[in-house]
């Protein structure tokens, strides 16, 4: 008899909150506002949006090919893998698209799993130390706006970061003992490939780590928030709105710890929505105009994904 395949925690989690989320958004959203907004989007600054969105991808896609290494690499087919991971990761609920950065790699440019797992955990924990950097000027300069546990927050999360980072640096330089040839390991069972792997994986830290590139790694990846930041102020600007910078820093920031979590819902809905109300709200934003902020820039967020799924698609054929 062949038993029922269970449903995975992080799934159930993320449709039982994108439903609930969607739920309150049906019953609460003034509908022909937000359609208004959209049909009369300022045309000039959402195709600036999306010239920065597209200036955002290729900027990842250049971290990843400093990580990566490898002057044989196509850039036009790291472009396109940068581009498809992009979308699915919006995509895929429960962070199941950061698995397809794997998949793709290995399909397109026929790199292993552990080197490219250790490139994407290295590109995270950049990304993770720059908001850890900006964090600190937010909270310094607004910090009797901001609510206790906001700052809290921020605090454990840049205290977190600060120590992992170190630890990892501290294990990747001290000197191997034993066996230092990952493929050494001659096992053929599940904790003999596991245990290549893993080991593949730290030499690909290694790797990047010897290379010392922190220094363009993050201007890149300062870049690239800044796109974020400045990507969400011309979406917001575009529907009617007039949003400060400072907004839209707070907003990415949120999103930040709730897209980490498995509730992330399919196409990034409910995490998109509760981020961008509460940052909205914290600064006074009436809750029906943070709403229509909330829904209308994921419309358009949307929209941009999807052809940034297509380009990829479009520049990964027939390789």
Not at 35 to 64: C, D, K, Q
Not at 98 to 110: A, D, G, I, K, M
Not at 129 to 142: C, D, E, M, S
Not at 263 to 271: C, F, M
Request: charged letters at 15%; one cysteine or more.
């Amino acid at each position: 008899m062949v038993k029922p395949k269970r449903t995975s925690l992080p799934l159930l989690l993320s449709v039982l909150f994108t439903a609930a989320v969607a739920a309150y958004v049906a019953t609460h959203l003034d509908w022909e506002r937000s359609v208004e907004r959209l049909v009369n989007a300022h045309p000039s600054w959402l195709a600036l949006a999306l010239a920065i969105f597209g200036v955002n991808y290729a900027l990842r896609t250049l971290r990843f090919m400093m990580l990566l290494g490898s002057p044989a690499i196509s850039v036009r087919g790291l472009l396109g893998v940068t581009s498809l991971y992009g979308m699915f990761n919006y995509l895929l609920p429960a962070k199941s698209g950061e698995l397809t950065y794997l998949v793709l790699v290995r399909r397109y440019l026929n790199i292993s799993i552990p080197e490219s797992t250790a490139t994407l955990i290295t590109a995270r924990i950049f990304d993770f130390g720059v908001v850890a950097l900006v964090l600190p000027v937010v909270l310094t300069a607004f910090f009797s706006e901001l609510p206790s546990w906001l700052v809290s927050g921020s605090v454990i999360y840049c205290i977190t970061v600060v120590s992992a980072g170190a630890l990892l640096l501290l294990f990747l330089r001290r000197r191997p003992v034993g066996v230092t040839d990952p493929d050494s390991e001659t096992g053929r069972n599940g904790l003999g490939k596991f245990t290549r792997g893993w080991r593949k994986m730290v030499t690909g830290l290694r790797t990047i780590d010897r290379r010392r590139q922190y220094g363009r790694l993050w201007l890149v990846t300062a870049a690239i928030w800044l796109c974020v930041y400045a990507n969400f102020y011309c979406i917001v600007v575009s529907i009617g709105f007039d949003p400060s910078f400072l907004e839209m820093i707070v907003v990415s920031i949120l999103l930040v710890p709730l897209t980490l979590l498995p509730i992330q819902g399919l196409a990034n809905v409910g995490t998109h929505e509760a981020a961008w109300v509460t940052a909205l709200s914290l600064f006074g934003q009436p809750m029906e105009d943070a709403l229509t902020i909330a829904v209308t820039s994921h419309v358009v967020l949307l929209a941009f994904v999807l052809l940034l799924g297509v380009f990829g698609t479009i520049l990964l054929r027939n390789r």
